[in-house]
């Protein structure tokens, strides 16, 4: 596809555009080298431990340490992988499909090497970050019921056959970033194929046992909303960060996340609120996580007023998407990773190619120049990336899982395990002592 020169533009603002030769000889720049160093463990707080709260507590008490130790174990696991081979394959200069293996275990990038004006180092480490929470999004659909030894391996596998393609297709130089996919942050690397991935996993683990028969509220709220708070406070780093830059390109960001979660959060309560006279607590920081998810595609190339639309359409779509989910098709996606995290990803990547255009009045973003035949044009690559990473992400995570299931001789515990619980079937541990 032919990239016209507002396309051009527009991928300047993508995280990969700014991955640059490494020179040794030049300086890094102090401020923009602070920020990502502070992105970058934000980012890693959203993981280890807001992701783990906010998980931990929406399960039972059975099984709040297996969950807890699945993130950790990802967190770490992803890391080692990312050194040793996910960089090179997703930034390596490669070819439109993949990378190379130039910085195989890390190799030429010193203290003195840049990437942009930034330690190359930096640029690998706040991305090793994105590649640790990915699968680890993962983990709420499938929680209470797989096996760790085919989560560790699952998640190994998933790592290098998904999110490192998607991400060099995206951010590496790949051509979904040579078409102009509007992708400043993780909508479709992160969130669409973390989302179909939980999907897939839903479908072929199976319910837990007693699905939709025998209750299964969250054991532990309060648990769950300091990890919605930690999350929203993560993010910042993530879209934030991926500007790169200490500068208005960050602000902004961090400003149209902070109105979608904001947003986001509201509708999902309001609605809620309505339909079942009482707003809960679980329901407006599902919302913020929606709100969140959906902006985070979108937060480099829209203003304030986008930002309000995404976040509220995100909290009402993503609601009735969790309720079709589970109510009509019966699946069991433990902890809604697909119709949050899936479905929001999606919404924001499509809405980023409305609002980046400068010519909505309140609503304009900056993304591109013609408000008519550019928008169009971009909507329609948004789209075509949207379908792309869900069909390639959803055959591959299935041929993933069956192969998992062979080398583990099945996916899932037993019953009689599932029943006792994962925490002291799968680690002999438990999480209260009461």
């Known amino acids: 596809m032919k990239i016209t020169k507002s396309r051009a533009l527009a991928l300047l603002w993508a995280p990969a555009a700014l991955l640059l030769a490494p020179a040794a000889l030049a300086d890094a720049n102090g401020a923009n080298t602070a920020w990502i160093l502070t992105a970058t463990a934000l980012v890693l707080f959203m993981t280890l431990p807001g992701l783990s709260l906010f998980y931990g507590g929406l399960v039972r008490s059975k099984n709040i340490l297996s969950v807890l130790m699945q993130c950790f174990a990802i967190a770490c696991i992803a890391s080692l992988l990312w050194m040793i081979v996910g960089y090179s394959l997703s930034f390596g200069e490669g070819n439109a499909w993949i990378g190379d293996f130039s910085h195989v275990m890390l190799a030429g990038i010193g203290k003195e090497t840049l990437s942009g004006d930034i330690p190359e180092a930096l640029f690998a480490l706040f991305q090793m970050t994105f590649a640790i929470i990915t699968p680890a999004l993962i983990v709420g659909a499938f929680a209470e019921r797989m096996k760790f030894s085919s989560m560790l391996i699952f998640s190994s596998l998933w ?3 998904v999110y490192v393609p998607v991400c060099h297709w995206v951010w590496g130089g790949g051509f979904l970033g040579q078409w102009g996919l509007l992708d400043f942050a ?3 690397v992160v969130h669409i194929t973390a989302g179909v991935a939980a999907l897939v996993a839903a479908l072929v683990l199976g319910q837990r046992d007693g699905f939709q028969s025998v209750p299964m509220p969250p054991h532990n709220m309060t648990m769950t909303v300091t990890g919605a708070g930690m999350l929203w406070v993560g993010w910042f780093g993530f879209n934030g960060g991926s500007a790169l830059t200490a500068s208005g390109d960050a602000a902004m960001a961090m400003l149209v996340t902070h109105i979608s979660a904001a947003a986001g959060s509201l509708a ?5 609120w309505i339909k079942f006279r009482k707003p809960s607590v679980l329901g407006i920081v599902t919302g913020m996580v929606a709100g969140l998810g959906t902006i985070t595609p979108a937060s480099g190339f829209v203003g304030p007023g986008g930002a309000l639309v995404i976040g509220l359409l ?4 993503c609601f009735f998407m969790t309720q079709a989910i589970k109510r009509v098709w019966h699946i069991d996606d433990s902890l809604d990773v697909f119709p949050v995290h899936g479905v929001g990803g999606i919404l924001g990547t499509l809405l980023a190619g409305v609002f980046a255009s400068p010519n909505l009045g309140v609503f304009s973003g900056h993304g ?3 408000a008519v035949s550019g928008m169009g044009a971009q909507v329609w690559v948004q789209f075509l990336g949207v379908v792309i990473t869900f069909v390639y992400t959803g055959v591959i995570t299935y041929v993933l899982l069956k192969l998992t299931g062979v080398l583990t001789s099945g996916l899932r515990v037993t019953r009689e395990e599932e029943l006792i619980g994962l925490d002291i ?3 002999e541990e438990e999480g209260y002592k009461l």
């Open 368 to 370: 591109f120049a013609d």
């Open 186 to 188: 993780g909508g479709t």
């Open 159 to 161: 790592l290098l056959a």
């Open 425 to 427: 079937t799968m680690h």
């Open 314 to 317: 995100a909290g009402v779509v």
């Open 268 to 272: 999902w309560m309001s609605i809620e």
